[in-house]
């Protein structure tokens, strides 16, 4: 079973992907800098939260379009 985000990690990701589609990618390591660079967090934690989510989310909407394609396909 995966770890359990808090509410804030959830919001603030939703919030960046909306305000900034262009800007997250699939990479982890990118999604880190982008976030340092938009919202000014102390904690280094709460950034990787935020970006692993961020990741996650934009890999989920990848594969869900992906998916979308190929049923289009048949």
Same mark, same amino acid.
């Given at each position: 079973? #995966? +770890?359990?985000?808090?509410? @804030?990690?959830?919001?603030?990701?939703? +919030? @960046? @992907?909306?305000?900034?589609?262009? @800007?997250?990618t #699939?990479?982890f390591?990118h999604n880190?800098r982008?976030? &340092? $660079?938009?919202i000014?967090?102390? &904690? +280094?934690?709460?950034?990787? $939260?935020? =970006? #692993?989510?961020i990741t996650?989310?934009?890999?989920?909407?990848?594969?869900? +379009?992906k998916?979308?394609? =190929?049923? =289009?396909?048949?």
């Amino acid at each position: 079973m #995966g +770890k359990v985000r808090i509410r @804030l990690v959830k919001r603030t990701a939703r +919030k @960046l @992907l909306e305000k900034y589609p262009d @800007l997250f990618t #699939g990479d982890f390591e990118h999604n880190k800098r982008v976030v &340092s $660079q938009l919202i000014e967090y102390r &904690s +280094k934690k709460l950034r990787n $939260q935020i =970006a #692993g989510y961020i990741t996650h989310l934009v890999n989920m909407a990848s594969k869900r +379009k992906k998916a979308e394609e =190929a049923s =289009a396909r048949i």
